[in-house]
């Protein structure tokens, strides 16, 4: 399932060039050269009215005079020349584009209205994709393909590497040839005005000869294209990202809230975690990394040792271990006497384990061995330095024999110059991932289990927690968006509180009082101590004001502090509104931990959340965690888990642990309260307090955005993740009466898609896979549960027999990234066949797929599944029958409303 039209600039036939000249030096002269030179087979057509002849080939004056249509046009005029090229090579029905002019967004305004007539007239052209512009080009090495500047072309590989910027592109390209690595792809994408990383994500995703993508990343254009992409391909390939730009010049100040704490550089790491890509710091890590995610042996924990000959390699390689946040496996006692049987008396017994430098490679491999059949240690990383008494090339063969019998990730580092270079080699091409320092491999280590941290957590299986709401959320929902929102930007306490309460979070409540007796009056009722604070639609931050005064023990505290806090406004908000003061009880802290939790919604990425340490430090300290909602039980949790305050959560020091389960529940509900309502552009709770029984707010800030009043329906484009369909759960009646529930599959149901399996005899797996499909395990199930609801959806049919919920059934579409195409395959469990399901599940599943907008909906099943194939013919399905015996089954999808 290609995406649209990309094979017109990745794999041309044809190839038009335009303001090319006889300038070898120039971009077009270059571009061209490197064409020819590379040993592209098709047929090139320099375009320039100018000349006869460029570099010896004829040149054309225009589109409309070339012998037949090019599949791709490369575009190096001055960029006031491009868009009546565009046109121009729009007339002519050519699909692929690439701009490699510069003088666009990057120039300045001028640059900016250029790009912005660029895109008006690439609107015309719905076929059309277009890379750039201000891009370096494209090399596909296996194609003999090079349409850069660059200077020659690469090896050929299994890497795509993807970069927005050119100039570190050519850099990379040539430090590529000194380190034997090679590419399936190279690209260039410039100002990425259509075709972008998620485009190319996809593209490189089914490509058969890519086995890993580098991304080099400055800005994020379609966030929500790009996270769609990545967490499609991130089980099947390593996606790896360098992200430029991490640490702004200067921060806004702003008292302790979620805009503050959310920078750009923590919401683009939030992004790349859920999507479940890998991330590195410096650019030499990336290809150490792909090298040793590329020899596919991932660890199933963070348990390293290290084997060394020499003490001081294995200081620093445990130097950096630490400095990356991981930790050594201690030896333990079994090993140990194991390992004093082989090595001399004064190894260092312990990990690192320095066998010294006379040691043998019989010697080093069997250390190795031992070391290995520790349960707890994953992978080993084997240091040799160059010694009087080393035998590089020998050790690197015993070291070899071992990762041939051991399913755990051995790494080495031969650390020396021409004596070492055969070991490197033996090593290498035994498929054993070999560094020129410790640190080097650490470094690519420690990526690996962020990496492989980050897939566990994007497919691991969370409970199921029930959050019930006491009202409607439709008609919650009406109510705040017409009689709340309207009122003001900023709620006050009391509106956002209510909301707060209404979405199942307990809250402290304000009371408004409108002088000091009514002040008195209130706090003697709810009894002291108490809190005042101030009430202004016109303050974000009652801090920032002197607004705020705990702990009033009696009248005549109350009575001062009422006046303080009349002073601190007049003072400091001069021009702002005093509503009046409220009065709420003081709260109970003792054995409580403080945090901020919220969201706010970002241009560039939507709504983000956020929970960290709370209080007046919040800033100070950041200690936060950012994630994109919606949220589950397991995404919850591990927020919560990678707070360093988390220990205090647990219970620290004879405190009692704190109701970390609430917690759980109070993140869920505030992800739907996230979903729910787009017209909220940010909310604060700080501090939210976490006690051994209960989750209470004490404050909580609203603040709306005007842009979003006024809109009835929500199309979750504040969201980058969709969630949980709600609208499409659905009650059904079988022919013969029974009720059933059609619902999307949801990550929750792992262990109810694996029983609906179990009920399934071999012959309706058969049917539904077309091979003896082995699907007894996680990781299998979590393809199927842990969906994004984006290109893929799964429709169960849920029963419930004697309290308890079964799945007896399902229908799931796979779409392409443009929705052109969705396949389609259906599975009833045997007990439930011949009785309708399979009708009612196919026909709302065609319902789905209208509603998100699929071309066309196709099947394959074999010609004597009768059943299936009177099915499909009943709706409306065209059958084709093959000369393999397999039937393809296609339909059209008719638009109109459906309100499925």
């Known amino acids: 399932m290609a995406v649209r039209n990309l094979d017109n600039i990745f794999r041309p036939r044809r190839i038009a060039i335009f303001g090319v000249n006889q300038d070898v030096k120039s971009i077009g002269g270059v571009t061209l050269r490197n064409l020819m030179e590379g040993g592209f087979p098709g047929v090139i057509y320099p375009i320039n009215p100018k000349r006869e002849a460029v570099l010896g080939i004829p040149c054309f004056p225009d589109v409309k005079s070339l012998p037949k249509k090019p599949d791709l046009a490369v575009i190096v005029n001055p960029a006031e020349e491009v868009p009546d090229i565009l046109d121009e090579c729009g007339k002519a029905r050519i699909h692929g584009i690439i701009i490699m002019s510069a003088g666009f967004k990057e120039a300045g305004e001028k640059g900016i209205a250029l790009e912005e007539e660029l895109k008006k007239r690439l609107k015309k052209y719905p076929d059309m994709r277009v890379l750039g512009p201000n891009c370096m080009g494209i090399i596909v090495p296996g194609s003999h393909l090079n349409i850069s500047f660059a200077s020659g072309m690469p090896q050929k590989g299994h890497i795509a590497f993807i970069s927005q910027s050119g100039a570190l592109g050519t850099a990379l390209l040539d430090w590529s040839k000194d380190t034997k690595i090679g590419f399936s792809f190279f690209v260039s994408i410039g100002n990425a005005m259509d075709v972008t990383f998620g485009d190319l994500i996809d593209y490189f995703g089914q490509d058969t000869n890519t086995f890993s993508i580098i991304l080099y990343v400055e800005t994020i254009g379609d966030a929500r294209r790009f996270l769609s992409a990545a967490r499609a391909f991130a089980r099947r390939k390593p996606i790896i990202v360098y992200k430029s730009g991490r640490f ?22 939030a992004l790349l975690r859920r999507a479940g890509l890998a991330r590195v710091y410096n650019m030499g890590n990336i290809f150490d990394f792909s090298d040793l995610v590329g020899r596919k042996k991932i660890p199933k924990g963070f348990g390293l040792a290290i084997i060394t000959n020499a003490g001081g390699p294995g200081v620093m390689a445990t130097d950096m271990v630490i400095s990356l946040d991981g930790k050594l496996v201690p030896l333990k006692e079994e090993s140990i006497h194991k390992l004093d049987k082989i090595l001399p008396p004064f190894w260092s017994k312990n990990n690192p384990v320095d066998v010294l430098g006379d040691a043998s490679p019989e010697t080093i491999s069997k250390a190795l061995e031992i070391v290995l059949e520790q349960e707890d240690v994953n992978a080993a990383l084997v240091i040799i330095t160059p010694q009087a008494l080393t035998q590089p090339t020998q050790t690197a063969k015993k070291v070899t024999e071992v990762a041939s019998k051991t399913s755990k990730l051995i790494m080495a580092s031969w650390m020396g110059g021409p004596s070492m270079q055969k070991g490197k080699e033996i090593l290498s091409n035994a498929q054993v991932a070999v560094f020129a320092t410790p640190e080097q491999a650490i470094q690519a280590y420690m990526t690996l289990m962020r990496y492989s941290k980050n897939l566990e957590l994007l497919f691991e299986t969370p409970k199921e927690i029930p959050v019930d709401f006491s009202y409607d959320r439709e008609a919650l929902r009406k109510k705040y968006v017409k009689e709340v929102f309207p009122k003001n930007k900023i709620l006050s306490e ?98 409580a931990v403080e945090l901020i939790v919220g969201f706010k919604k970002e241009a560039l990425f939507g709504t983000v959340m956020m929970v960290g340490m709370g209080g007046i430090s919040a800033e100070l300290f950041k200690d936060q965690r950012l994630e994109f909602p919606p949220l589950n039980e397991q995404l919850a949790r591990q927020m919560i888990q990678s707070l360093k305050i988390y220990p205090m959560l647990e219970g620290y020091r004879g405190s009692p642990p704190k109701n970390i389960d609430k917690l759980v529940e109070v993140l869920i509900r505030l992800s739907y309260m996230a979903a729910d309502y787009p017209e909220i552009e940010e909310l604060d709770i700080n501090p ?30 504040h969201l980058l993740l969709r969630p949980y369909p709600e609208r499409l759960i659905k009650e059904i009646h079988l022919p013969d009466g029974t009720l059933l529930t059609l619902r999307p599959i949801k990550p929750e149901d792992e262990p109810l898609w694996l029983e609906m399996l179990d009920n399934c005899s071999k012959d309706t797996i058969y049917s539904r896979f077309r091979y003896d499909f082995q699907f007894r395990s996680h990781p299998v199930a979590t393809q199927f549960c842990v969906i994004d609801y984006d290109r893929e959806m799964g429709i169960v049919a849920e029963i419930e027999e004697n309290g308890r919920k079964r799945l007896i059934g399902e229908g799931r579409l796979i779409a392409d990234p443009d929705l052109e195409m969705a396949e389609f395959a259906i599975l009833i469990t045997d007990q439930w066949q011949k009785r309708g399901l399979g009708y009612l599940i196919t026909q709302y599943c065609l319902q789905v797929a209208q509603i998100a907008h699929v071309k066309r909906v196709a099947a394959e099943t074999t010609a004597n599944n009768k059943p299936m194939l009177n099915l499909f013919k009943k709706l409306g399905f065209e059958l084709f029958f093959n000369e393999d015996s397999t039937v393809s089954i296609s339909k059209v999808i008719e638009y109109k409303n459906n309100g499925a």
């Open 494 to 591: 009391n509106d956002s509180k209510n909301l707060i309460t209404d979405y199942g979070i307990r809250v402290t409540r304000p009371q408004l009082a409108a002088s000091e007796k009514e002040a008195i009056q209130i706090a003697q009722s709810k009894g002291y101590p108490v809190v005042l604070k101030i009430q202004s639609p016109d303050v974000t931050h009652k801090s920032d004001v002197g607004g705020v005064i705990l702990n009033i023990d009696n009248d005549d505290m109350l009575v001062h502090a009422y006046r303080q806090l009349q002073k601190n406004f007049k003072e400091h908000a001069p021009n702002s509104h005093l509503e009046g003061i409220t009065v709420q009880k003081m709260a109970d802290t003792r054995h």
């Open 248 to 269: 702004p010049q200067s921060v806004q100040a702003a008292i302790s809230h979620t805009g503050a704490l959310a920078t750009k550089d923590n919401i683009c790491d």
């Open 688 to 717: 939210l307090i976490v006690t051994p029984e209960d989750v209470i707010a004490l404050d909580a800030r609203i603040v709306i955005d005007p842009k979003e009043l006024g809109k009835e329906d929500i199309d979750y484009r």
